[in-house]
């Protein structure tokens, strides 16, 4: 089983900076792919970008497209989502979450989640 971590969230304004962490344990061999996926009030989860394990192929929801930055460190199993020029519309809970495969942008493509890390951004 995988379990997942993440950290890093808070209070921020906008055009500010966070930096999330996803902390990874167990059998990470079972996953390919790592992903950060948002959800605020009453909304559904929405994918934010999604890395390979295996490489530095990245993925990008077009929202986020030239702001955020996802990347990860095998040695320690953790990705990160460094997230610049924040919005109050990036206002969420933010969940990092693995699959077995690359790059999937639909929540039922993934099987192991965190249990997800606040981020405000105030006007």
């Known amino acids: 089983q995988v379990q997942l971590v993440e950290s890093g969230g808070g209070l921020v304004q906008t055009g500010g900076s966070l930096r999330l962490a996803c902390a990874a344990s167990?059998?990470?061999?079972?996953?390919?792919?790592m992903g950060w996926f948002r959800q605020a009030p009453g909304k559904e989860r929405e994918f934010v970008a999604a890395i390979s394990w295996s490489s530095s192929s990245t993925y990008y929801a077009d929202s986020v497209k030239g702001r955020f930055t996802i990347s990860r460190d095998n040695a320690k199993n953790t990705v990160y989502l460094q997230m610049n020029s924040l919005k109050p519309e990036d206002t969420a809970v933010y969940y990092c979450?693995?699959?077995?495969?690359?790059?999937?942008?639909?929540?039922?493509?993934?099987?192991?989640w965190g249990q997800g890390t606040q981020v405000t951004v105030s006007s």
């Open positions: 979450a693995a699959s077995r495969f690359f790059g999937m942008v639909y929540t039922t493509s993934y099987t192991y």
């Open positions: 167990g059998r990470t061999s079972s996953t390919y792919g």
